[in-house]
């Protein structure tokens, strides 16, 4: 390893983070009375974001956004329809996105 390269061995690059991880699933209801109504929930996690290279203490906190829809498919002549309602951050999380 070059010298002065040292000091970066075991540093993830400046704003960036280590851990990611997102979770997605929709249920879509098949019942006569219900059929097009579908749910949605998930999450996205972020985790600790280095801010400065120099400095391996100094890092963004992590934070996990919780966002969630509802809609209705339906079709009408041949053609395809959708209405969806998106919540984003339902939890009102506060974060610094990148």
């Given amino acids: 390893m070059p010298v002065g390269?040292?000091?970066y061995r075991g540093a993830h690059p400046w704003q960036s983070v280590k851990t990611l991880g997102n979770l997605w699933t929709r249920y879509a209801f098949k019942s006569a009375g219900l059929k097009g109504l579908?749910?949605?929930?998930g999450f996205n996690y972020v985790g600790p974001k280095a801010l400065d290279?120099?400095?391996v203490e100094l890092f963004a906190p992590a934070y996990t956004l919780w966002n969630a829809s509802f809609g209705y498919?339906?079709?009408w002549q041949k053609t395809k329809f959708k209405a969806q309602?998106?919540?984003?951050n339902i939890t009102d999380t506060d974060y610094q996105p990148t």
């Fill in 5 to 7: 390269m040292a000091y």
């Fill in 38 to 41: 579908w749910l949605g929930a």
């Fill in 53 to 55: 290279t120099r400095n």
């Fill in 85 to 88: 309602l998106s919540l984003q």
């Fill in 73 to 75: 498919d339906w079709k």
